[in-house]
C-alpha cells in the first residue's frame, strides 16, 4: 500500500501562483509514476501532469508552460509549481501514483491522495 498527502491547495487571484506538494510512503517498489489529475466541479477528472523516477514528464494540454512539475526520489515528493493561474483552474487536485507514465496518462491510477482544493478568483 502506498499512501499519498498532498498540501499547499488555496485560493489566489488571476495570474497567480501556487505550489502543491505530494508526499508519498509505504511501499513504493512498483511505484514508478507520480502526478496530478484535477477535478473541477460538474466536469471529468483530467490529467495535469506527471513525471517518472527518472524524469520523464507529461503535461495535460495547454498546462505546460505555465505548470512544473518536479519529483524528489529520496524523499518520494512530487511539487508542482502553478503560474499565471486562471480561474478555470479551479478544482481538487490530486496526487496519483502507477506503474507507469503511460498508465498514469491513460488515467490508470493504482494510488489517489485525498484532494486539495484550489480556487483561482477572477
Known amino acids: 500500500q502506498v499512501q499519498l498527502v498532498e498540501s499547499g491547495g488555496g485560493l489566489v487571484q488571476a495570474g497567480g501562483s501556487l505550489r502543491l506538494s505530494c508526499a508519498a510512503s509505504?511501499?513504493?517498489?512498483?511505484?514508478?509514476?507520480m502526478g496530478w489529475y484535477r477535478q473541477a466541479p460538474g466536469k471529468q477528472r483530467e490529467l495535469v501532469a506527471t513525471i517518472t523516477s527518472a524524469g520523464s514528464t507529461n503535461y495535460g494540454d495547454s498546462l505546460k508552460g505555465r505548470f512544473t512539475i518536479t519529483r524528489d526520489n529520496a524523499k518520494n515528493t512530487v511539487v508542482l509549481q502553478m503560474n499565471s493561474l486562471k480561474p478555470e483552474d479551479t478544482g481538487v487536485y490530486y496526487c496519483?501514483?502507477?506503474?507507469?507514465?503511460?498508465?498514469?496518462?491513460?488515467?490508470?491510477?493504482?494510488?489517489w491522495g485525498q484532494g486539495t482544493q484550489v480556487t483561482v478568483s477572477s
Open positions: 496519483a501514483a502507477t506503474q507507469s507514465l503511460m498508465r498514469f496518462v491513460r488515467g490508470q491510477v493504482d494510488y
Open positions: 509505504g511501499s513504493m517498489f512498483s511505484i514508478n509514476a
